[in-house]
């Protein structure tokens, strides 16, 4: 098996057609009908039904779809780093960070070592923090920027400052206007709406101070949790630096004093593997744009 028929299975899975496929790759469709063919041959399964005006995928074809993309993904970033190992100081840096907070952080971080390194170009890829670190494990990304908690096994790791949740809410849900900082226990039935990474690490905290979280709404993005905050469907808890993230122009504000879920943004990295210049250098400007970086 070639790249090559890799890059032509997946361009037929992704157009669902093997004719829209041929235009796409500019290669006549008999050709690709017989590179398609061919492949099914070599691996021994049938990867397509096919159809009179469109194809569909066996469950053989999915997996396979699934791992061309990670094979050709893990390829293209083999070759940029040999390439920036050629180039010193130039190429490109893959990153993976949090939507949660990379943002934020990442932009003043970013905007230094841009400063510096001129020459740098960048390809970031967001998700939550296991995607985050799934990319970094098959070496699709090279450093990978998450927030705690999360399993350190095999990860060299620098970390920001650690930093509140806080609760946002419009004036409706606003039991006491003279309060900028409330305690855990205050949030006892009220509606509460959850990044789904702090759901646990939430409901485990509660329960140690006496009650049990009333979770209105968890989601995959503190975006979603500002949003529906800023629609007064509930009071939203998130880590104080992904407040900018989001729509927050009717939200108030309130610290939650609970050193329990206090957490921290990491740059991380896989100990074992090899590391380019550009990452090296990256996380050293990491460390010094953190006050009190640890590293391990």
């Not at 003279?178 to 006892?188: C, D, N, P």
């Not at 646990?200 to 993005?221: A, R, S, V, Y």
Request: aromatic share 6%; with cysteine.
């Amino acid at each position: 098996m070639e790249l090559r028929h890799l890059k032509y299975f997946l361009a037929i899975a992704e157009a669902g057609q093997i004719t829209a496929a041929a235009k796409k790759l500019k290669i006549a469709q008999p050709p690709l009908s017989q590179q398609l063919m061919q492949l099914e041959e070599e691996l021994g399964v049938k990867l397509v039904h096919r159809g009179s005006r469109s194809i569909q995928l066996t469950e053989a074809g999915i997996i396979l779809q699934n791992r061309a993309k990670q094979i050709l993904e893990l390829t293209d970033a083999t070759t940029r780093e040999i390439n920036d190992f050629a180039m010193g100081m130039k190429g490109t840096l893959t990153i993976g960070t949090v939507s949660s907070s990379g943002a934020t952080l990442m932009k003043d971080r970013l905007s230094e070592f841009h400063k510096t390194y001129a020459g740098v170009k960048f390809e970031i890829h967001e998700g939550n923090t296991f995607m985050i670190l799934d990319l970094l494990n098959k070496g699709i990304v090279e450093v990978g920027i998450v927030r705690t908690p999360f399993n350190t096994t095999d990860l060299g790791c620098r970390y920001a400052s650690t930093e509140p949740m806080i609760a946002v809410m419009t004036e409706e849900y606003d039991w006491n206007p003279e309060q900028k900082t409330i305690s855990l226990s205050e949030l006892k039935n009220r509606p509460l709406i959850v990044y789904r990474r702090f759901e646990q690490l939430i409901h485990d905290t509660c329960m140690k101070h006496g009650f049990e979280p009333n979770i209105f709404c968890k989601n995959d993005d503190a975006r979603t949790t500002l949003h529906w905050a800023n629609e007064g469907l509930g009071i939203g808890m998130i880590s104080r630096s992904a407040l900018s993230l989001g729509s927050n122009n009717q939200l108030i504000v309130k610290e939650i004093m609970c050193e329990e879920l206090h957490t921290r943004v990491a740059a991380v990295w896989l100990k074992d593997k090899y590391m380019s210049s550009l990452a090296s250098r990256f996380i050293e400007s990491f460390s010094q744009a953190s006050d009190g970086a640890d590293l391990r």
